[in-house]
């Protein structure tokens, strides 16, 4: 093959992935179905999923159908995923990832153990890719058992309960151990040039699922928050674990804070005296142990859920998520 051949044969390449990136609309909805879990592949309701892609900011666009949200981040040195959903979609999430990038997947982080975010461990680190977690995420994927038990390749590969810096495509990308929270493994992701914030479900569009059996509390909730509204901009566009972008903006997440921080946990009155106690004057242990195993079945919409905020829960949000 000649050089010419080969010049014009890359050019096409770079031309075809440009336009592609352009034909990506930026923000707008995107699928939040939650009603799968991890042992169902029933093709009557999984053909119906569609994973849709969205350009969040800068060169981080989120990818969504059913489970968790995947954030990706495309350039010239490769794919970047902060989760990986369901292995039963992975066809379709790399079609999607391929309307991004002809490039490997290189690195991908697991926000946390639960599987929704990280059942496509295996078939990316098949390929070659890198998978960091929290050392408490990767002990709980070698422990899970019953009908899906993770393989020893979809393992993460580099744990830490340290800050990481990436620096990949261009940009400064953080790696972020949280307080216990959701689970006791709770990491997140800040893309610095792009300014995305991945909280994994840490920050979701609804109420907060708390792993009480794994340490988490309200309070840590709040730290989180207040430490990723510390180290992010005023543009900072957050990308729930689950839910709308258009609800991922900055108010939103220091709405909630504040909200969590300042109302009375109980319906009669009292205050909180510590993070045992529920909203709706119940443990938390109690509405909490009933969702460890069924989390991914359908919730009570945001709007319908007295605990958020009353500016998020009566909007509808800005259009787009810039």
């Given at each position: 093959?000649?050089?010419s ?8 390449f ?14 707008g ?16 309701v ?12 800068g ?14 981040q ?6 970047l995923?902060?989760d990986d ?8 999430i ?10 490997p ?18 078939n ?12 408490n ?28 810096t990436?620096h990949?495509n261009?940009?400064d990308?953080?790696?972020?151990s ?34 009480v ?37 900055r ?25 045992r ?7 938390v ?14 919730q009570r ?15 509808k ?6």
């Amino acid at each position: 093959m000649s050089r010419s051949v080969i010049a014009v044969t890359f050019a096409a390449f770079f031309v075809a992935t440009a336009t592609a990136q352009q034909n990506i609309p930026t923000g707008g909805p995107i699928p939040d179905r939650r009603g799968l879990n991890n042992t169902f592949d029933g093709p009557r309701v999984t053909s119906q999923v569609e994973e849709v892609v969205r350009r969040v900011a800068g060169n981080v666009y989120v990818i969504a159908g059913s489970g968790g949200n995947i954030e990706a981040q495309a350039g010239s040195d490769g794919i970047l995923l902060v989760d990986d959903n369901f292995t039963i979609f992975y066809p379709k999430i790399l079609a999607a990832i391929r309307q991004l990038s002809d490039k490997p997947v290189r690195i991908i982080v697991n926000t946390h153990s639960h599987p929704d975010h990280n059942q496509n461990n295996a078939n990316f680190a098949k390929q070659g890719a890198l998978i960091f977690a929290h050392p408490n995420t990767r002990l709980a994927l070698m422990q899970q058992r019953g009908p899906s038990p993770v393989p020893a390749e979809g393992l993460p590969q580099m744990t830490s309960s340290e800050r990481i810096t990436f620096h990949f495509n261009g940009e400064d990308v953080t790696y972020l151990s949280l307080k216990p929270s959701h689970t006791n493994g709770d990491v997140a992701v800040y893309f610095h040039g792009s300014d995305v914030f991945a909280f994994g479900d840490v920050f979701t569009t609804d109420y907060p699922a708390i792993g009480v059996e794994q340490g988490g509390t309200i309070e840590n909730f709040i730290d989180n928050y207040n430490l990723a509204l510390q180290m992010t901009t005023p543009n900072t566009i957050f990308v729930p674990g689950h839910g709308q972008l258009s609800r991922a903006r900055r108010c939103h997440c220091r709405s909630r804070r504040n909200h969590y921080d300042s109302r009375p946990l109980s319906r009669n009155g009292q205050k909180r005296h510590d993070s045992r106690t529920d909203y709706a004057g119940a443990s938390v242990k109690g509405i909490r142990c009933p969702l460890c195993d069924r989390e991914l079945r359908p919730q009570r919409p945001a709007e319908q859920h007295p605990l958020v905020p009353a500016d998020v829960r009566g909007s509808k949000g800005p259009p787009g998520a810039a």
